[in-house]
């Protein structure tokens, strides 16, 4: 990426501020974005840690649970999986249950 050139007068300031040992180029930070599902894992964690999410409690059905989050269905199995891998949730296949916390447990 290539910066406008400045004018004549500034050119010349900006000489100045090199020769007075100011760093040539200026240096930036790594932005360091959230992936939606590490959302989605914090806000699930943050729920069991404030005691609103007890042991065994059942999360809302996934389509519903998507619709809350304003996430796509994918995301937020992403989500889960990462939960289970991690013990905070448990799976359940074919259950018509929804997901529940195993700290908070998940059926699906």
Do not use: W, Y
């Not at 999360?59 to 289970?84: F, H, I, K, T």
Request: with cysteine; glycine share 6%.
């Amino acid at each position: 990426m290539r910066l406008r050139t400045a004018a004549p007068g500034r050119r010349e300031r900006a000489s100045e501020l090199r020769a007075a040992g100011a760093p040539a180029a200026p240096t930036f930070k790594p932005i360091h974005t959230r992936r939606t599902f590490e959302e989605i894992c914090e806000r699930i964690r943050e729920q069991l840690a404030l005691g609103i999410l007890k042991p065994g409690d059942k999360l809302p059905p996934e389509r519903d649970l998507a619709q809350q989050l304003g996430v796509s269905r994918n995301v937020l199995r992403e989500a889960l999986r990462s939960l289970e891998m991690a013990g905070v949730l448990r799976l359940q296949r074919a259950s018509r249950a929804g997901p529940s916390s195993r700290r908070a447990t998940r059926a699906a």
